[in-house]
Every structure is written in structure tokens, then in C-alpha cells.
């Protein structure tokens, strides 16, 4: 398995602008997750899904941020419309354990978003 | 507010020493995870471990969850353990999951 996948690597946009970010968990996982690190804040859970309904969204921060999963091999995260301060990686994880006891959480590479 | 609290914040060794990495939390929780997000910022899971001890080569982890805290120690240190170490607890009462501020390890060759 090629492991979660996100993209894209890398995002600069203009503030105002809107934001997509895109993962695809690990096959056979029912749980994803969408954290968010930062210098200030360090690693924070924004969302999670267990078979493709998301469970707990209170650490999205407001409601610019919006995450879909349309089915289980995809989700994305939203942002609209993007400020300087969403400037951060965006992490996407997956796992196949049950909640809460949700085993080991495989990490995507990551997406690093500037916002200018 | 709930506290997830990791010592040292920064460790600095020679390669081949041993250390050891701690993680206090201030409530109940049912599960435990160390991570380890290397220089090219991708974060590997090292342990699950709500309670007990395990090892995996040179790494090894303790969790002791009446008493709240978690140790992650690492034998004859190599460059490639440099990086971040975070734990991540999930509280008993609501299912959060708060990560700790990580402690940053440089492995000197």
C-alpha cells in the first residue's frame, strides 16, 4: 500500500482565495483524521470520520473550514475564504482500530499551506 | 484545562547515548500514542500504549496511567533518531485527543 496520500504537497495562495486539500486514506481504514500544526499551536485534531460520517468537527476553527469524505478512498478539506493566519501543515491520518482504543494512526505526508 | 505536559522540551546528545523522554497528563485517559516527526516534517507512529510497557528495537515505552505519565526511552541514540517526539492522549471523559508540545531531540554525530 502506497500509505495515506495528500495533496498537494505544498500550497501558496492569496488571501481571499479558496482552498482545497485532498486525501486518500489507507485502503481497508474506516477512521480519518484532519490536524493542523503550527508553531503557536502545535498539533491540533480538526476532524475525524468513521466510515465516511464525520464524528467529532468541534476543533474545525470556524466556518471558513468545511471537510467532506464522499466515500471511503477520498476526503477533502476546505477553506473559504483563506487568511494569512490558516498558514500551516495540514496533516491527513487514517486507521483501522475502533474508536477510542483506535490502534496506530498511519500520517500523510502533509500538505504545507501559505497563505499570503 | 486538561494538560498534556512533555520534558525535557529539548535534548541535545551524542550518537550512542541512551534517553529518556517523559509525558505527564493531568486527566484520565484511554489512550496513549508516542510519535516521532522526523526533519522532513512526516510523523511516525511509535506506540500505542494506554497502559504496560513495550518495546520495538531500540525504543521502548511505559505507560503508567494511575499515576498519569508516560516514558519513551531510546538506547544507543543514532543521527536518525533526531526529530520531534510527540505523545497524544485521548481523554476518558470526552474522547478529545490533545498532542503534547513534543520534545526536540539532535542526535550529534
Known amino acids: 500500500d502506497a500509505g495515506v496520500i495528500q495533496s498537494p504537497r505544498h500550497e501558496v495562495t492569496e488571501m481571499g482565495q479558496e482552498v482545497t486539500l485532498r486525501c486518500k486514506p489507507i485502503s481497508g481504514h474506516d477512521y480519518l483524521f484532519w490536524y493542523r500544526q503550527t508553531m503557536m499551536r502545535g498539533l491540533e485534531l480538526l476532524i475525524y470520520?468513521?466510515?465516511?460520517?464525520?464524528?467529532?468537527d468541534s476543533g474545525m476553527p470556524e466556518d471558513r473550514f468545511s471537510a467532506k469524505m464522499p466515500n471511503a478512498s477520498f476526503s477533502t478539506l476546505k477553506i473559504q475564504p483563506s487568511e494569512p493566519r490558516d498558514s500551516a501543515v495540514y496533516f491527513c491520518?487514517?486507521?483501522?482500530?475502533?474508536?477510542?482504543?483506535?490502534?496506530?494512526?498511519?500520517f500523510g505526508p502533509g500538505t504545507r499551506l501559505t497563505v499570503l | 484545562g486538561i494538560q498534556v505536559e512533555q520534558s525535557p522540551p529539548d535534548l541535545i546528545l551524542q550518537e550512542g547515548a541512551n534517553s529518556t523522554l517523559r509525558c505527564n497528563f493531568s486527566?484520565?485517559?484511554?489512550?496513549l500514542q508516542w510519535f516521532h516527526q522526523n526533519p522532513w516534517g512526516q510523523l511516525i507512529n511509535l506506540f500505542y500504549?494506554?497502559?504496560g510497557t513495550k518495546q520495538n528495537g531500540r525504543l521502548s515505552a511505559t505507560t503508567v496511567a494511575t499515576e498519569r505519565y508516560s516514558l519513551l526511552y531510546i538506547s544507543s541514540s543514532q543521527t536518525t533518531d533526531s526529530g520531534v517526539y510527540f505523545c497524544a492522549v485521548v481523554l476518558n471523559r470526552d474522547d478529545k485527543i490533545i498532542f503534547g508540545k513534543g520534545t526536540r531531540l539532535h542526535i550529534l554525530p
Open positions: 470520520f468513521n466510515n465516511n460520517v464525520p464524528i467529532d
Open positions: 491520518a487514517s486507521s483501522d482500530g475502533s474508536y477510542p482504543s483506535y490502534n496506530e494512526q498511519f
Open positions: 486527566d484520565s485517559v484511554n489512550n
Open positions: 500504549i494506554p497502559s
